[in-house]
């Protein structure tokens, strides 16, 4: 197994020797961390979990739906990493880096799933650790390996991270630098916070609900009300008060036994309870949580399968705002702490990571071909950019830039008008002899 260093594109032998004293490096920095020294205590949800009351978050139907909604989108989307040739970035398709990150990160996780799991360690743990793994003879970028954040201990003091995860196959101490550190919202820039941390009362009130919910469905409706007895027995005493106790027993075993019918031993009286406001506003406090838990996701109610009514009009607007708000910033964390960490600062104008945003309307056929019809008239993209996008032969003319002036063609625009040629004048005599010879025609 080999280990990351942070200039991986310089030329070898610069990174022989980055390698090299970079080894050194950590060899001291290693005997020097086994002293006493001060570790910040972590944060609470960002290096172990704190579920309300007992019982994961994503038992909770909207949280699981919002982090699934959020890794989903993120994960379906394919990350580029990009090489600046000319005045604009080419997909660099022979780099290491396009394997990784397209096709296969680590040996047991795929593209797809690689990302997901990334987005729902930020969201649920608050922080997500990539360790990038080198080869000790190449220098070249290996595999990325996703730690679980429970393994991680993160030294804020001296920037540092140690690193001990089983499946991951590391047990070692990381520099600030050499470790891909993708947070969630952070008070200090260097830990991240769960989203649910900040969200602990309103899924503590989401969880009490299911709770209620199942106690109901468990006995199947069951009858509640009150034992009493008649007004002939005069005062309560203990023999009493036992009784009544054995008589409200007997009937609630037999309720819960399916019987519906049932008599009352003595002069015991059954009351049953109407239900109560509390009861009443149980359902409403129920979508409550839903849309509370929405808000500390960013993630629109009509996502979750909410049944608030709306328009096309308002689901339009909710899928701009969600693309925008919500899952963009998402993205640009990401491509920001991939470039910091895999680019040498040399390089940092030459070489981009960025997602495929286009893939967000691969389903939505109607918008997908307004928005390439729309960029092939403004001379953003040609027909054949577009065909070859979608897998298709490219075409002959098809590599015309046109515009919406009655396409046309860029070249035939730059070409100024000709002017209007004036009409010669005719000379007299050349008038007279036209005249004669269509004379001679007319008497012949």
Request: glycine content about 6%; some cysteine.
């Amino acid at each position: 197994m080999g280990y990351p260093i942070h200039d991986f594109k310089r030329n070898i032998e610069t990174r022989y020797y980055m390698a090299f004293f970079k080894n050194l490096k950590r060899w001291f920095t290693r005997e020097a961390s086994t002293g006493s020294g001060t570790v910040a205590e972590p944060i609470p949800g960002s290096a172990t979990l704190l579920y309300p009351i007992g019982s994961s978050p994503l038992h909770v139907a909207t949280v699981y739906r919002c982090v699934d909604l959020l890794a989903n989108k993120v994960a379906g989307l394919r990350l580029q990493y990009m090489r600046k040739k000319g005045e604009i970035f080419v997909e660099d398709v022979n780099s290491r880096l396009h394997y990784l990150l397209t096709v296969q990160p680590d040996s047991y996780l795929s593209a797809f799933d690689f990302w997901h799991q990334v987005v729902t360690y930020m969201l649920l743990r608050g922080n997500a650790y990539i360790v990038p793994i080198y080869d000790n003879l190449t220098m070249e970028l290996s595999r990325l390996a996703l730690c679980d954040p429970t393994c991680v201990s993160h030294d804020t003091i001296r920037n540092t991270y140690k690193v001990t995860d089983i499946n991951a196959g590391i047990n070692d101490t990381f520099d600030e630098d050499e470790i891909i550190h993708i947070k969630n919202y952070t008070r200090d820039g260097k830990v991240g916070i769960s989203t649910i941390t900040y969200a602990a009362t309103t899924l503590s009130i989401a969880n009490t609900g299911n709770r209620e919910t199942l106690s109901r469905f468990e006995n199947g409706g069951n009858v509640r009300g009150i034992v009493s007895n008649d007004t002939s027995v005069r005062g309560f005493g203990e023999y009493q008060d036992n009784e009544l106790e054995k008589a409200a027993t007997v009937l609630d075993e037999r309720f819960r036994g399916g019987q519906r019918i049932v008599s009352i031993p003595g002069q015991a009286n059954f009351s049953p309870l109407s239900l109560s406001s509390t009861d009443m506003q149980f359902l409403e406090t129920r979508k409550f949580t839903v849309r509370e838990i929405c808000r500390f996701f960013g993630v629109h109610p009509s996502f979750v399968f909410d049944d608030t009514s709306n328009n096309y009009k308002s689901a339009e607007m909710a899928n701009a705002g969600f693309l925008s708000d919500t899952l963009n910033p998402i993205l640009r964390k990401i491509e920001n702490e991939l470039h910091r960490k895999l680019v040498a600062p040399t390089l940092c104008c030459k070489r981009r990571f960025e997602f495929d945003r286009r893939d967000l309307y691969a389903c939505d056929l109607d918008s997908k071909v307004k928005y390439q019809t729309s960029t092939i008239a403004a001379g953003i993209y040609t027909v054949n950019d577009w065909r070859i996008a979608e897998n298709k032969e490219p075409v002959k003319g098809g590599d015309v830039v046109l515009v919406s002036a009655n396409l046309k063609s860029l070249k035939e625009i730059d070409k100024p008008t000709p002017a209007p040629q004036a009409k010669p004048v005719e000379e007299p005599g050349n008038n007279d002899d036209n005249t004669k010879q269509d004379d001679e025609t007319g008497k012949e």
